[in-house]
């Protein structure tokens, strides 16, 4: 048996959402086997990241708006909804959008998972190092998280409506291009 998490218990796992703090990086595991969302608990911990389990794309779209975790794991059988309509329902939302899905699926779906905006897929049954590895990339790309902008627009009175109104801060980069020629040496540099 895995070991229990802190927290209160949501399902047949408990989770942290009862000792989150701001600061903490948070996964979303989206998992309705309770073994397997206990593994990805463990796992999760084992990288210092807070867990938050949902069984069912309902909690887990309630979730991800009040947390707003750095990824989220996704099983595509919910006893809710259809997983690949979660997955729609995530990269439609202004709220979730920028949260990248991995799905985690016994399926063998990978080019349709990609095709519909995952960010990684991996089949079942999955290694702990596998996942291990998953963990461990979304805490690199946490840790180099801004975005970045370009903006190709020839009228410089235009560029800088569009700088005032995104603003730019630690998470958001903007380069401005005047030609489709220097977006494009933009985009290789």
Request: aromatic share 4%; charged share 25%.
């Amino acid at each position: 048996e895995y070991g229990r998490a802190s927290g209160t218990a949501h399902g047949a796992v408990d989770d942290d959402r009862e000792t989150i703090a701001a600061g903490d990086d948070v996964l979303l595991l989206v998992e309705n086997d309770p073994v397997f969302a206990r593994l990805l608990l463990d796992i999760a911990h084992r990288h210092a990241f807070k867990g938050l389990v949902a069984t069912s794309a309902l909690a887990a779209l309630q979730l991800g708006r009040r947390y707003q975790p750095a990824a989220i794991t996704l099983s595509v059988t919910l006893p809710d909804m259809d997983g690949w309509k979660l997955l729609q329902c995530v990269t439609d939302d202004l709220n979730l959008r920028h949260i990248p899905v991995h799905i985690v699926s016994g399926e063998d779906e990978r080019p349709r998972g990609l095709r519909h905006g995952a960010a990684s897929y991996l089949q079942k049954p999955v290694s702990e190092s596998a996942l291990g590895q998953l963990f461990e990339r979304v805490r690199s790309a946490k840790a180099r998280a801004h975005s970045q902008l370009l903006i190709v627009e020839d009228d410089l009175a235009v560029q800088e409506q569009m700088l005032r109104v995104l603003g730019e801060g630690d998470d958001l980069k903007t380069t401005l291009a005047a030609s489709a020629e220097q977006g494009l040496a933009e985009l290789r540099a």
